[in-house]
């Protein structure tokens, strides 16, 4: 596998941190937009997700 890469092993070591960072960005970004589309049952229930402040509008 010597020399088989076409670029030095310092830019492929980047590309690589980039690709992995990317990957990583994208797969937070799926599990965030997986989880709000489809909440558990049992979250809009949950204290946490209650306004402590009146709602604007009434």
Not at 17 to 37: D, H, K, S
Request: no cysteine.
């Amino acid at each position: 596998m010597r020399g088989a890469t076409p670029w030095p092993p310092r830019r492929r070591g980047r590309i690589a941190i980039v690709v992995g960072l990317f990957l990583a960005l994208f797969i937070v970004a799926m599990l965030v937009w997986v989880i709000g589309t489809f909440p558990r049952p049992g979250w809009q229930d949950s204290p946490a997700s209650v306004p402590t402040a009146p709602a604007p509008r009434q």
